[in-house]
């Protein structure tokens, strides 16, 4: 099948291009099942070497490749062409200063990300055993859906809080911190609730429920930004998330 | 051109680069990682099964069962001090992991929980055995996390896409790396006592791979080109189960569960190739399998692939047939398989809980690179023979743990044991060591190449000299190979690099993200890298692991069993002409371990 693409462009070295302007392509021999990063990949290679963007893994796990596409936040390399039609619009996240093509950039994001302590804290001695701390199948699954985040961004560009106050720690940021603050092996909860309590925290979310479906790795964002906002109302994280019983082999 | 100086420079920032990082900083060296991608996009992360250790978590274990494991997997080819170190230090590796906060799955104990993996058994090759411990089918994501998460703790400098495109020595010693700042095309000096790589594999020689359009060998490449050898370069891993006609990565997990493979009769043909553990042997052994079966006509349809089934029903059914209690539930396959059903239903429209998964093999990882000791120094001969200050972790290096074939589990284990290793060594070594300075001129030659590719003006666009690399390299250099086909690779692959030298075509002559001259450039890494791996192939006159000649079946241990050591004959890295090579094979296998025990000793591999 045909398909054209309609790319939001900039250069910054060349006069002319270097304000946002659209430009079309046009593709042929297209499969349904063609990923979005291989049209990219083929307008680069066969009709246009100056189109820039990131990518990597290709099959959503790196996160590099996050793009506003017919209007959505997706990864280029997980949305098929069958899913989007015969008229295809890319163009680059919102509320990142892009800095050539569909590439933006990333440094406000990940310092909203180290903002957040997005790492393990607990200075208790060692099991003397010198083996593993022990974690119940249940505490594990309380933040089992936010260990699954790739910082990819689609969350957070697609957050209208956000768009409107770049200060907003954002989604990805509240659901790195909820990885933490759920797991009963840490002990710097406290920390963070305190950090996303503050005006740029999370009472800046006024749960427009645009994250969740942007996400690409399918995390109930909006429900794990509620139970940090309830963890910081009651001073705890405790008793927030109920576990099913785990059913488990021998 | 702008320099900084640091103790220690890691290249890269996958498992082993932020490893290694984390261990120099804590060791005291002042560390800067210097990486192409944010940290977060390394390929670590797209590691599904699991990490081997001997925990025992479910059931009896034992270092030394891995590490027979390994060096069987490995078809003998792997160091045996190498695959010692490998099991020992695994347990440490992964009990420290937890200890950082990886959120592996746990056992109602409330410990890791472990499962099967191809080719890991108890009590030398008795049964399988439940070695691969798991966070879900994310076991590498939560790893790449869990390791950037204590480097941003422990404040560890990095230069986020900063692309390292050369290699600085100066008296016979490392002294640092240049890179190009991608946001802005400057060129920056980084000089330092001590360099590690880890920059990964280079899957990307290949049509179909379950590798990251960003492994393209660029460590291996560049310290190549600057006379330092590449080991076992034609020893590169076919993962069995790709997804059809895209590579991307079903894990052997899915085996692990309970998965079997199936041909268009509906028949279990792993049961003819390795009787006793049967899907779970190790991938050359099943990648083989599947080709002979696809050979036979016996592929689904008649074509180049198989089903890969998961579905409830199936996996009960051969379970009961082999006297087993266990039962699987859909449910449970949804919990412990999650990115992959997701992978299957988005790219394939298939449901891997009620229908198989059509899958083909897929260049997965490089057992070969640059060749290290145990402690991740770089060593440049069969003596041997450290350089100074050049250090290598992860997929990049060849300690060699892996030998001939890689078993599943192993390289995330490498990354983390060695990457430790070579961390900490480097804290003792850039406590003594002197900062050897600068060569002159530091980024004239990279600066030219970089220069010729931005203004050339010929016709071949670098995409499609990587298409034609890329086929001819799937057709003659991968899962069997004969003589003939081989030397086809090398001429076309010959052919190549010549249009690449003198006739290329490029549309961005800018220096802001002109990823039209990095890609470009990273096609120069793998035309090398496809040139050295086609004409270790072609040396190889024996099958041994991934290598398989249909000219010389046979393993061939009376002259084989030695390491291949590739050595680049230009006199500089972009010397135009034919990449000549002298190729070494004196730097013998370490058969340490068989010394004393003779179940180690190489003998013919069975499953």
Redesign the interface.
């Known amino acids: 099948m045909d398909v054209t693409f309609r790319i939001r462009r900039l ?4 006069p002319g291009k270097d304000k946002p302007y659209w430009q079309e392509f046009k593709l042929s021999d297209v499969e349904p ?1 063609d ?1 979005v990063l291989e049209m990219l ?1 083929r307008i ?3 009709q ?3 189109l ?13 490749d996050a793009m506003r596409i017919n209007g959505v936040n997706r990864l280029a390399c ?1 949305v ?1 062409v069958k899913d989007l039609g015969t008229k295809i619009q890319v163009e680059p996240i919102l509320g990142l200063p892009v ?3 569909l ?1 933006v950039d ?1 440094e406000p994001f ?1 310092a909203h990300y ?1 903002q957040v302590m ?5 200075d208790t001695p ?1 099991p003397e055993d ?8 249940q505490d ?1 699954e309380r ?2 859906d936010t ?2 985040c ?2 990819c961004a689609c969350c957070t560009t697609a957050c209208p809080s956000f768009w409107a106050n770049g200060s907003y720690v954002g989604p990805a940021a509240i659901v790195q911190a909820h ?2 603050i759920f ?1 009963s ?2 002990q710097a909860a406290a920390d963070r609730l305190d950090i996303l309590a503050e005006p740029d925290g999370v009472w800046r979310c006024r749960t427009i429920f645009n994250c969740t479906p942007a996400c690409p790795r ?1 995390i109930e964002i909006t429900k794990a930004i509620g139970e940090v906002k309830l963890a910081i109302m009651r001073g705890s994280p405790e008793g927030i998330i109920q576990v099913q019983d785990i ?4 | 051109m702008q320099t900084h100086q640091f103790d220690a420079i890691i290249v890269g920032a996958g498992g082993a680069g932020l490893m290694a990082a984390l261990y120099a900083s804590k060791g005291g060296a002042n560390v800067a990682v210097v990486s192409k ?2 940290p ?4 670590t ?2 590691a599904q099964g699991g990490i081997g250790a001997a ?1 025992g978590n479910h059931e009896p274990d034992n270092p030394l069962w891995h590490a027979y494991d390994t060096v069987k997997g490995g078809d003998y080819l792997a160091d045996q001090n190498a695959a010692k170190v490998l099991a020992e230090n695994a347990i440490d590796a992964v ?1 420290e992991l ?4 990886l ?10 929980s472990q499962r099967r993996f191809g080719g890991h058994t108890s009590n030398f090759g008795e049964k399988p055995v439940r070695r691969a411990c798991h ?2 089918d ?1 076991t590498g ?2 790893i790449l ?2 390791l950037y ?2 480097c ?2 422990n404040e560890v400098k990095f230069f986020d896409e900063y692309h390292v495109v050369d290699v600085l020595m100066n008296n016979g010693a490392c002294v640092g790396v240049v890179a190009v700042q991608l ?1 802005t095309g400057e060129l920056h000096v980084f000089h330092g006592k001590a360099t590690l790589f880890a920059t990964g594999g280079w899957g990307k020689i290949w049509q179909v791979t379950s590798n ?3 492994l393209t060998g660029d460590g291996a490449a560049i310290t190549f080109r600057r006379g330092v050898p590449l080991q076992d370069m034609e020893f590169f891993q076919f993962h069995p189960t790709g997804i059809y006609k ?1 590579g ?1 990565l079903i894990t052997e997990g899915v085996r692990g569960e309970g998965g079997v493979l199936l041909n268009r009769h509906g028949e279990r043909f792993m049961e003819k190739y390795a009787p006793r553990i049967k899907d779970l042997a190790s991938r050359d052994v099943v990648s083989r399998a599947i080709y002979l079966e696809i050979r036979d006509g016996n592929g689904i349809q008649g074509k180049d692939y198989v089903y890969l089934d998961v579905r409830p029903e199936t996996v009960n059914r051969y379970l009961a047939e082999a006297g087993e ?2 039962r ?1 539930t859909g449910e ?1 396959i949804e919990k412990k398989l999650p ?1 992959i059903l ?2 299957c239903r ?4 298939v449901d891997p809980v009620k229908e198989p998964m059509p899958i083909q093999p897929t260049a997965h990882y490089a057992m070969g690179g640059i060749p290290t000791n145990v402690d991740a120094e770089v060593v440049i001969d069969e003596n041997w023979t450290v350089l100074p200050g050049m250090y290598a972790a992860g997929e990049c290096a060849c300690v060699s743990c892996h030998g001939a074939n890689r078993l599943g589990t192993n390289s995330l284990v490498d990354l983390v044991v060695f990457g430790r290793r070579g961390g900490m060594k480097i804290a003792e070594y850039v406590k003594h060591a002197d900062l050897i300075p600068l060569p002159a001129n530091p980024t004239a030659e990279i600066e030219a190449e970089f220069k010729r590719i931005r203004s050339s003006k010929g016709k071949s ?4 000299l990587r298409g034609i690399m890329q086929k001819v390299m799937m057709d003659y250099v991968g899962v069997f190979r004969e003589g003939a086909g081989i030397q086809q690779a090398i001429d076309t692959v010959q052919e190549l690099r010549e249009r690449y030298q003198t006739d290329l075509s ?3 002559q ?7 001259l990095i890609e470009t450039w990273e096609l120069g890494c793998l035309l090398d890298l496809a040139q050295v791996t086609a004409k270790s192939a072609l040396a190889r006159t024996e099958s041994r692991g991934a290598h398989s000649r249909e000219d010389f079946k046979e393993r061939d241990d009376q002259n084989w069993l030695v390491h291949t050591l590739a050595f680049s004959k230009l006199a500089g890295p972009y010397q135009p002409g034919a990449l000549h090579l002298d190729l070494n094979t004196n730097k013998k296998v370490d058969l340490s371990l068989a010394e004393t025990d003779p179940r180690f000793a190489p003998k013919e591999r069975v499953y």
């Open positions: 250069n910054p070295e060349i099942t990923r990949h680069k290679w066969e246009d070497g100056t820039a963007f990131r990518r990597s893994c290709a099959h959503g796990v790196c996160g590099s997980k098929l800095l050539k093509d590439i990333m990940f180290r997005p790492f393990f804290v607990n060692l010198g083996r593993e701390r022990l974690q119940s199948p594990r933040f089992d260990t699954k790739i910082l990885r933490f797991d092996r840490d399918e059913q488990h082999e021998a | 991608l944010y977060t996009r390394s390929h992360g797209t925990l009990i937890e200890h950082m906060g959120p592996f799955d746990r056992t109602p104990e409330g410990r890791i966070a879900a994310r994501h939560m996390q869990t998460q204590q941003i703790k946001g990251a359009h960003s895209m991307i209690t266990r699987v449970e990115d997701d992978f988005v790219y394939l429209g666009k670098p995409g499609e490029l549309d961005d800018g220096y802001k993200f002109n990823t039209d």
